[in-house]
């Protein structure tokens, strides 16, 4: 089973399966209940009705964000379920892959999904999963934006891009303390990559 599968069967709304009080709270849920069934709709209502909090993290400048996440299930080392609303596209530099295997739910909206075996339309009512090392970029077309519920399973690995000379850590591409801003991306004419070179001799 995909890691992100399990802890998505346990807490989305979208999901017909029960779980155990146990199953909950090994997966951070505590004492939450698994929601019924529901319709595109009443999913699009859910996720409304969560959004008019403030998000509890946010990608981008303030003026101009590129993802509001919320978190639907407290945060915690098994897996973990976020509600994102991707108001622009990833930074077109390169693809990026994840530091846990992962499900994507589109719930409104649209993008394309960058891959290295192509490019691909995916609309409202997809449902995707990637393995942690899976490389990809999301674009989002002018004037538009995507929601979608973004399901992950425990961390196995750090997460970073994939550029020309080789997979770049995300701390030596982004800017900021969360990779929340435009950092120097792939850095080809930067010999200093710190985070970068820190994996590469732990992999050594």
Known sequence: MHAGTSCCRLFLPYGRQHASRSQRA??????????????PEQLIAWAAAMM????DFVIGPADAPYLRRWWVIPRNEACNVYLHEILRSDDDRAL????WANTSMLLDGRYVEHTPDGSFMRGA??????????????EILPG???????ITGPKVREWGFICPQGWTHWRDFTGGE?????????????????????????LA
């Open 96 to 99: 990026h892959d994840h530091p």
């Open 26 to 39: 090994s997966a951070g849920g505590g004492g939450m209940r698994p929601l019924a069934y529901a319709t």
């Open 178 to 202: 969360h990779g929340e801003l435009v950092g120097r991306g792939c850095g080809e004419h930067d010999a200093l990559l710190p985070f970068t070179s820190a994996v590469e001799a732990q």
């Open 125 to 138: 009512g997809w449902v995707g999963s990637r393995e942690a090392t899976a490389a990809h970029r999301l």
């Open 52 to 55: 008019e909090r403030a998000p």
């Open 144 to 150: 538009e934006r995507a929601l979608s519920l973004f």
